[in-house]
């Protein structure tokens, strides 16, 4: 007997949505997938279908679009649609009217890992979880009072909105002068809105950073590769070109996987005394936690700890962790939906590393121009991904299409090869292959991995 096709809808704009995308349509039961809004890389793709029209933070318009459809699997990717309460609109459009649709993704309460940093830290602290000393407070003077104690012990501190803020809301202070700026942008002058309503005064933790990407059915998890983000912008060293961990904090500028960081026993360290303990803390407490926990670790000389939870794939990270996912991922999601991880078997490619390069709009993640022409992305060979996020199809006439540049984070070169230096060498090569004459990139990405790996750079 013929298994019905899937019909899949897929939430997002961005490289990790057209890296998910990807990785959907390599099964062959997968009948169309839908996008929304989509982007130009998205739009190319056979059994793609972009609906740029469809309201993504609107649940009653995606639940329409899944009844006239017949989706069977919503894949959000941002965590400002997991915001909306997406997943828990679904399941009571289910019981009300006996469908079957998924979602993949965790409910409004068991999101609150990602959207609620201080319930985050707390959750952490009952449960014995490993983490940097915190305070949550909701008076900025005496965030301030504890953040400057603090400062004066530690010589840093972190201070982070409690709410989401898109990336930004966290500033890392090292002087007593940028622990006033953050209190008062985040508390007084509500740079980042109702985000900073609370902040999290947090230990500034030293180490390496690393991020963990959990696929979770209430009860069983199963671990893609570990992989690291490059945050920084970095500082430029030649026209479009851009290194260190300098700079303001951007969405990623770069990532790779597996991160040698995360040695085997790290590996088995997070999974006992952080992930399994977040996964029964929150059914204990009756939010049963489903779809994908994202992890950020700092391995630090006692072993790893929580910096941040996430309640989604990373970007770039999924760019390098989904190509190294030799099982299905349809089967996958679907098992974390219906509570059977349990019974799928999840294999990976160990004999590959994945690197991502991100191109980005000069002055991102300031001010930046978009609409700037990109005359050519290249021809390249199969292990090579050109994932798209910020771009833009404009009609030129005559038929004929351009591609222009349309946001901060425009293209995410992937490379996939037998180990991190291949891969590296690839991607850099696909990266100078393309021709835009407002990107730039960061010409550093896995280099504390070539150093750990013995490599000279
Ligand atoms: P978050 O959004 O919480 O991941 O914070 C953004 C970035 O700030 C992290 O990826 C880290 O690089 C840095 N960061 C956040 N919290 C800490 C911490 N407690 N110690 C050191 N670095 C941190
Ligand atoms: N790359 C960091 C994040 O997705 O949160």
Redesign the pocket.
Known sequence: MKTKKHRILVLGRGGREHALIWKILQNPDVGVVYVAPGNPGMAMMARVKCVPELDILNQDAIIRFMVEYEITLVVPGPEDVIATGLADAVRQHNQEHGTEFRVFCPTLGAAALELD?GLAMELCRENEIPT?KFQVFDNPLSALSYALTVFVWDGAV?I?ANGLAA?KG?R?CRTEEEVWTAIYDIMVRHLYGDAGKKAVV????KGE?ASITVLVDGEHVAYLPSSQDH?ARGHKVAPGVYEGDDGP?TGGLGAYAPAPVVTPEIQAEVHKAIVLPIVRAMARAGLTYKGVLYV?I?VTKDGPKV??INCRFGDPEAQVVLPLLKSDLVELMLACCDGRLNEVEVELHQDRAAVCVVLASEGYPDKYETGRLISDVGIHPQFIHIFHAGTERRWKGRGDYELRTAGGRVLAVTAVHEDIQHSLDWVYDAVDRIQCDNLFYRSDIGHRALARLGVRV
């Open positions: 940093k940097g972190v982070k990336g966290v890392v947090m230990e500034y933790l950073e945050k904090n950020g700092m910096v941040e």
